[in-house]
């Protein structure tokens, strides 16, 4: 029981790797709270992990919006008497392409989600986590994108902005180490979950292909036999957000079955 009478805050909550998170907290004995923008996914998710209703609660939340982020840091506060951990998976990342072809008011538009939606939540978030007399911890969700840029699909300004989280979290660990706040950054690499499942059956469409030989090319770049999985990804994050990690803050973990090793 990893997280044992903990209060997580969770964004990013949808069919994918928030769910995960907020399913593996609630599993671990935690409570969660979860933010995301579509109140109908966030009921269903909150149904399925918890069908009780004791262990979550749930407000529709755009962490582009500090006074929203500051409601849902506050129902934490006000429905379980504090924050323990945050683990920050909200992001924008369906806008494709490179410098080229770059429309910077889109560019713009992803690092205010991704870059500063991620500070604003965890500013929100800060004097609930500073009044914890074991500390806190911030886990923010990077990619691998932003150290090592794939050749299948170009996201420029999506890995700029997690490059630019990962570079803000060095930062966050220092100023909060007093605090004994721990501040970490998971970077996941092809993710098995709802968008690289759909990425493999739009290339095996293109290709005329079945899905299976498309998911195996992803397959052979990895040290391991297949590819990491969101679930994979939310274990580590949990992992970051538990006192298991009490001694790790500033570091930046690799989930990508060993396809980029440093």
Known sequence: MLLNGKTVVVTGVGAGLGQRVAAAVVRDGGRAVLGARTAERLAKTAAEIDPAGTSTAWLPTDIADGAQCEALAALAQERFGGIDAVVQVAALDDYFGGLEDADFAVWQRVLDVNLLGSLRLAQACLPALKRQERGGSVVFIGTQSAVAAPSQVRQAAYAASKGALTSAMYSLARELGPYRIRVNTVLPGWMWGPPVRSF??????????????????????????????????????????SDRARAITGQSLLVNAGELMR
């Open 200 to 241: 493999v059956a739009l290339t095996a469409r293109a290709e005329g292909v079945g899905e299976d030989e498309v998911l195996a090319r992803l397959a052979r770049r990895m040290a391991l036999p297949e590819l990491a999985t969101d679930g994979d990804v939310a274990e580590a994050a949990v992992f970051l957000a």
